[in-house]
T-cell receptor
Framework: GNSVTQMEGPVTLSEEAFLTINCTYT??????LFWYVQYPGEGLQLLLK?????DKGSNKGFEATYRKETTSFHLEKGSVQVSDSAVYFC??????????FGTGTKLQVIP | NAGVTQTPKFQVLKTGQSMTLQCAQD?????MSWYRQDPGMGLRLIHY???????DQGEVPNGYNVSRSTTEDFPLRLLSAAPSQTSVYFC???????????????FGEGSRLTVL
């Protein structure tokens, strides 16, 4: 079935370091791909999305490119800040209203 | 500007007790859903609804009941709580007009439930 695999955390980085969080997926058809972020004590909120192959989603300095050939949607940011500390979820949208989430990757950025 | 509102934020139950988690949204979204979040398992879909009067099961529906009498409200009922239902529960909604697989889900802040 459709599934998402993302790298396990926690990931600890120093401020201004480069961030990559890997996400790969298994799906039939033409899914959409999402990254959601969960700040401490809050619900998830959409960070970025891509709805077709080769699309690049971007927001708040984060980027991810929908790679159909490698079935990947890796999240990147060139220079992380302490305020980016959160849990990041990769998600797959498929069928009608179906969404499958990855297990989440906790990011901690230290000053 | 309320969005998705969940109550209560925290609840402690004893095994066998029943309770209802409330979810309300003010965005006129047709689609509403309940997820549970457990360490190492991400979010798993419990039940969902694509409109008033229509509900369906998700990935982990056992032990939970839902109804959708209005567009705004989508309560989740625990019929006889068990320790395995200790979790953080999230309600999420989306407009059906977003259609297909590309629409954004809007989440509430979560309800942390502990079953002793």
């Amino acid at each position: 079935g459709n599934s998402v695999t993302q790298m396990e955390g926690p990931v600890t980085l120093s401020e201004e370091a480069f961030l990559t969080i890997n996400c790969t997926y298994t799906a039939t058809g033409y899914p959409s791909l999402f990254w959601y972020v969960q700040y401490p004590g809050e619900g998830l909120q959409l960070l970025l999305k891509a709805t077709k192959a080769d699309d690049k989603g971007s927001n708040k300095g984060f980027e991810a490119t929908y790679r159909k050939e490698t079935t990947s949607f890796h999240l990147e940011k060139g220079s992380v800040q302490v305020s980016d500390s959160a849990v990041y979820f990769c998600a797959l949208g498929w069928g009608y209203q179906k969404v499958t989430f990855g297990t989440g990757t906790k990011l901690q950025v230290i000053p | 500007n309320a969005g998705v509102t969940q109550t209560p934020k925290f609840q402690v139950l004893k095994t066998g007790q029943s309770m209802t988690l409330q979810c309300a949204q003010d965005m006129n979204h047709e689609y509403m859903s309940w997820y549970r979040q457990d360490p190492g398992m991400g979010l798993r879909l419990i039940h969902y609804s694509v409109g008033a009067g229509i509900t369906d099961q998700g990935e982990v529906p056992n032990g939970y009941n839902v109804s959708r009498s209005t567009t705004e409200d989508f309560p989740l009922r625990l019929l006889s709580a068990a320790p395995s239902q200790t979790s953080v529960y999230f309600c999420a909604s989306r407009s059906n007009l977003a259609g297909g697989p590309g629409g954004e889900l809007f989440f509430g802040e979560g309800s942390r439930l502990t079953v002793l």
